[in-house]
């Protein structure tokens, strides 16, 4: 699951990537809104945490291109502003929640779970695949009753192939599901995981499948 984290202050930011990052959410954090602007002219996120007050432009342009795009990614507002109207305002314009700085990380956590959460139609926190049920919220997986137990990676990678089990994924795209943008994974590092989730799901009735030169699939037996 992927988060854009739009945050100028140094030390908030690194708190917030380092506290989400723990909890297996891979965040792509930029300090102002030109870079957020193109890292959702490239890529796809879940939510987007949005600080309204940035160096280049009001989070506000930012939150109005993104509704205007008609784009269904939640997005949580963070501002020092306390005024009721500055938060209606933030609201009216399409954000899903906001809070007010200072706050605790342990509630930003709980809130990025539950628009999350919501973003997703409230749809339930398994996916299954052939014998395969992964648990979104726990982050473990089963085949039929057995634990498969998975690496944080490893799981990111099955979440992936599961929830795109009819297309070929190429390792570009294996890569932008596994990691943020200020992190390089390497072609062979991807070939390494998939070498490692391939074994571990010998258990179960669904294996990946190799396209050579074009990537993976996931395929039932």
Not at 53 to 58: C, I, K
Not at 144 to 149: A, P, Q, T
């Amino acid at each position: 699951m992927r988060i854009l984290l739009v945050e100028d202050n140094i030390e908030l930011g690194q708190a917030c990537k380092t506290l989400l990052e723990k909890a297996k959410y891979a965040v792509d954090w930029v300090e102002n809104g030109d870079f957020a602007l193109a890292a959702l002219a490239t890529d796809s996120f879940e939510l987007i945490i949005l600080d309204l007050s940035l160096p280049d432009m009001d989070g506000i342009q930012i939150l109005k291109k993104v509704r205007n795009k008609r784009l269904e990614t939640a997005v949580l507002i963070l501002t020092a502003r306390g005024s009721l109207e500055d938060r209606i305002k933030g609201l009216d314009l399409g954000a899903d929640d906001y809070m007010t700085k200072p706050f605790d990380l342990e509630e930003l956590l709980a809130r990025t779970r539950m628009l999350i959460r919501r973003v997703n139609g409230k749809k339930s926190a398994l996916i299954e695949f052939g014998s395969l049920t992964l648990d979104l919220n726990k982050f473990t997986a089963f085949s039929d009753e057995n634990r498969i137990e998975l690496t944080a990676r490893e799981f990111a990678l099955l979440r992936v192939f599961c929830t795109k089990s009819d297309m070929l994924l190429s390792k570009e795209q294996i890569a932008q599901n596994l990691t943020s943008f200020d992190e390089d994974i390497s072609p062979n590092a991807i070939e390494q995981i998939v070498s490692r989730l391939r074994k571990k799901l010998i258990i179960s009735n669904v294996k990946i499948h190799s396209a050579r030169g074009l990537g993976y699939i996931l395929m039932t037996l």
